[in-house]
């Protein structure tokens, strides 16, 4: 479904006869076997896949009112798409223009904003958040109240501890410059990131790199290397026993 067929946005039917105060926006798609909790709101054209459960109060697919001075995009989003043998927490949010791959897991209080690419067997814990136009690859764990932001690129296997924090301006709003020079950090495959860690706009974690708890990264991480510290600092190489892919 494309952005110039979204179903209108406030057409919904109340669905009792599937879970309590159940609201279901016209043209919904559900595939066999969803489960939905208490009061979940299902906004227009949004499609579940076989075998999803939905938790109490969740809101899937709403499309974004975003404030006056966001420079995030305006343009109307297609239905979210949300894959087989999911489970979407109580209370979280996932927004209309993303995709959910198959088994993947957003926990309770979590929110997923809009373009966002979640691939399969994704875990996003209790209250983590996704900021628009991020993509994460398959399996990757995102554990709980870790901020996402936005144009972030996270490939498979990576692991991201508690509390970590992501950005991507460095003008913090300011400046024309900003728009130029504004990305989200990249995590490459199977590296893993320490709780409370802060990663500063568009630097790339390498492959099987390992950031300490606590770190303040403010340059790239070679890969299979280990870093702590603030500002973060190369420590020794990640031992091959923890490598995902021992190398060659």
Do not use: W
Request: charged share 20%.
């Amino acid at each position: 479904m494309t952005s110039s067929s979204v179903p209108p946005p406030h057409s919904f039917e109340p669905r009792d006869d599937l879970a309590p105060g159940l609201l279901l926006g016209a043209g919904v798609e559900l595939g066999e076997g969803v489960e939905f909790g208490a009061y979940v709101v299902v906004h227009p054209g949004t499609r579940i896949g076989a075998g999803t459960v939905v938790g109490d109060h969740a809101v899937l697919g709403k499309q974004v009112r975003l404030a006056a001075a966001s420079t995030a995009s305006r343009e109307p989003l297609p239905p979210l798409q949300v894959g087989e043998r999911c489970t979407i927490g109580a209370h979280a949010v996932v927004n209309a223009g993303t995709t959910l791959g198959d088994g993947t897991l957003v926990g309770d209080q979590a929110m997923v904003r809009e373009r966002v690419t979640v691939g399969a067997g994704c875990v996003l814990g209790r209250s983590a958040l996704v900021e628009n136009d991020t993509t994460l690859g398959d399996r990757v764990k995102v554990q709980a109240n870790a901020y996402l932001t936005a144009y972030m690129t996270i490939e498979d296997d990576v692991f991201i501890a508690p509390c970590v924090m992501t950005t991507n301006d460095n003008f913090m709003g300011r400046t024309e410059q900003r728009f130029a020079l504004r990305g989200g950090p990249t995590i490459r495959r199977a590296a893993r990131v320490g709780g409370g860690c802060v990663l500063l706009p568009n630097v790339e974690i390498g492959e099987e790199a390992f950031v300490g708890a606590g770190a303040v990264v403010t340059k790239d991480v070679p890969a299979r290397t280990l870093v702590v510290g603030s500002p973060a600092r190369v420590l020794r190489e990640v031992d091959p026993a923890e490598l995902l892919t021992p190398p060659d």
